[in-house]
Structure formats: structure tokens, C-alpha cells
């Protein structure tokens, strides 16, 4: 759905083109779709070029957000099944769960932080009680990985999703990127220019330029 719907906006406003009279008219379909002005005023090639960037990008972008919910599903299914993470935890929840084995490792290492600055070098028992009280995970929050397999099982998945992030920025960087590189060039190629030459004085020639935006 989101293809097609993408697709027919396109398609609506390749055709508003051929309407488009006002040098801001063509500035602001490059803003919506990328090379559409450019065909308008008539610079097809390099209109077609934008276009087709931005059709490339926009089919990325879609692509790799579809996928990312698929492996976040999955990865939370995973850890749900063979670590015990509950299936509604928050998202940052899931990036411990992948650098630690179990939430008891995760303890024991916050543990050992705040001693050595609450008890050995500030000696403050209290703050130390109530440090190790927020940032330990417990109840509902704990979990362990049935085997180191299924933890690298994990960490692989993860990975998978993150690279598939970057991309769906990298799809989207492009967007804009393409957004205004067009917005630009419409812009130059809109504005009106008049270069005329004259006589200057008794023996000089002038060339002067007119530009009105």
C-alpha cells in the first residue's frame, strides 16, 4: 500500500507539472518530488535523473522500514522464548539483553561500579543503597540466555537490525539530499537573466548582467 500510494502522489504531481507557470511553482514541486520541476521547465534529463533517485530512495526507505518491524519482531520473539524478556519490554531493555548473558552479569557489574565510587572512594552508604536500588534489574525486568548459542543467536539478529537502520537513514538522507539538490537547481534555472552589451564611454565596451528573482 504504501508503494502504490507513493507511487500515484508521483504520478499527480509529475502531472501538475505541465500546469506549472510560477518560478515558485517549480521550486516547490522539486521540494515535494525531486526532478519534477526540472521537467517542467523542460530539462528533461536531468529531471529524470532526480526522479528516478528519488524513486530508488523512496522504495529503500519503505523497503527497509518494513523489514526493521519484521526483525524487531522477531528478535523480541527470540528473547521472549529463550531468555525470558517479557514481549512488551521497552526498547532499550533489548540493547542490555544483548550486551550481557544475564541480567544477574549486568548486577554484579553495576555492583562493583558504585562500590568502588560510593563505598571505596566517597564513602556514602546511603546513595550506594539507593544506586544499586535504581539500576539493577529485578522482578520482571531479570532475564538469563538458556545457552551461549542462543545469546550469539541474538546478538546476530540485532545486528542485522541495526545495519537494516542505517540504511533506512541512509534511504532517507538521500530524500532529502535529492529534496534540495533539485530545489537549487530549479531555483537557477527559473530565475530570469538578461546579459546585454553597450558601448562604455569612447572606446570601451560594457557587458552588463540583469538577474531578477
Known amino acids: 500500500m504504501k508503494h502504490r500510494f507513493v507511487l500515484v502522489l ?26 519534477s520541476g526540472e521537467i517542467a521547465m523542460g530539462k528533461t534529463n536531468r ?21 526493521m518491524n519484521l526483525q524487531k519482531n522477531r528478535y523480541k520473539r527470540y528473547a521472549n522464548e529463550y531468555a525470558g524478556v517479557p514481549l512488551d519490554s521497552p526498547q532499550g531493555h533489548y540493547q542490555y539483553v544483548q550486551e550481557y548473558i544475564s541480567s544477574d552479569d549486568y548486577n ?6 558504585v562500590r568502588n565510587y560510593y563505598l571505596i572512594s566517597n564513602y556514602d552508604p546511603v546513595s550506594y543503597a539507593e544506586t544499586i536500588a535504581a539500576e539493577s534489574f529485578s522482578g520482571d525486568e531479570q532475564w538469563e540466555w538458556q545457552s551461549i548459542e542462543h545469546w550469539q543467536t541474538y546478538n546476530s539478529m540485532r545486528r542485522k537490525h541495526q545495519k537494516m537502520k542505517i540504511n533506512h537513514n541512509l534511504a532517507l538522507g538521500i530524500m532529502l539530499l ?20 553597450g558601448l562604455s564611454g569612447y572606446d570601451g565596451v560594457s557587458l552588463n548582467c540583469e538577474l531578477r528573482f
Open 47 to 67: 529531471g529524470l535523473f532526480l526522479l528516478s533517485s528519488e524513486i530508488i530512495a523512496a522504495y529503500s526507505f519503505f523497503k527497509t522500514d518494513q523489514d
Open 10 to 35: 508521483m504520478l499527480y504531481l509529475f502531472g501538475g507539472a505541465l500546469f506549472a507557470q510560477s518560478r515558485f511553482a517549480y521550486i516547490g514541486m522539486s521540494a515535494l518530488v525531486p526532478g
Open 108 to 113: 554484579e557489574y553495576i555492583e562493583m561500579v
Open 178 to 197: 535529492n529534496r534540495a539538490i533539485s530545489i537549487v537547481d530549479t531555483a537557477l534555472l527559473s530565475r530570469n537573466m538578461n546579459i546585454y552589451a
